[in-house]
C-alpha cells in the first residue's frame, strides 16, 4: 500500500469511529426521570459529568496534543471503576461507550507515535 493510501486508511477509519460515537451519544443518554430516585440521580452526577466531558472531546481528537490525549485516557481508566457501580443496564451501556471513547483516543495517539 502506498504511503498516502496508510494515511488515507487511518483518516477514514478516525472518521467512521468518531461518527460512530456521535451517534451513539443521543441515543444512549438517559433524559430526565429516568436515572431513577433522587439520591441516586446526584450520587451520578459527578461520573456522568466527567464521562460527558471526556468522551465529548473525541470529536477534536486530531487537535489535542499527545499530553491530552494521554491525560483523557487516564481519566477514562479512572471512569471505569465508578461506571462498573451502576445497576446492571447502566454498566453495560456506559462501559461500552466509555471503552468505545478510550479505544478512539489511543487509536490516535498510537498512530502519532508511530509517524
Known amino acids: 500500500m502506498r504511503p498516502g493510501g496508510i494515511m488515507?486508511?487511518?483518516?477514514?477509519?478516525?472518521?467512521?469511529?468518531?461518527?460512530?460515537?456521535?451517534?451513539?451519544?443521543?441515543?444512549?443518554?438517559?433524559?430526565?426521570?429516568?436515572?431513577?430516585?433522587?439520591g441516586v440521580a446526584h450520587a451520578q452526577d459527578g461520573w456522568k459529568a466527567e464521562f460527558e466531558a471526556v468522551c465529548a472531546r473525541t470529536q477534536d481528537t486530531d487537535s489535542l496534543t499527545s499530553e491530552e490525549l494521554k491525560n483523557?485516557?487516564?481519566?477514562?481508566?479512572?471512569?471505569?471503576?465508578?461506571?462498573?457501580?451502576?445497576?446492571?443496564?447502566?454498566?453495560?451501556?456506559?462501559l461500552k461507550r466509555l471503552r468505545m471513547c478510550r479505544d478512539l483516543l489511543v487509536f490516535v495517539l498510537e498512530s502519532r507515535e508511530k509517524k
Open 8 to 38: 488515507k486508511m487511518r483518516n477514514i477509519t478516525l472518521v467512521v469511529l468518531t461518527a460512530a460515537i456521535s451517534l451513539a451519544l443521543p441515543f444512549v443518554s438517559a433524559g430526565p426521570g429516568m436515572s431513577g430516585p433522587a
Open 72 to 94: 483523557l485516557v487516564d481519566r477514562c481508566d479512572k471512569l471505569k471503576p465508578r461506571i462498573e457501580k451502576l445497576d446492571e443496564t447502566q454498566r453495560k451501556v456506559y
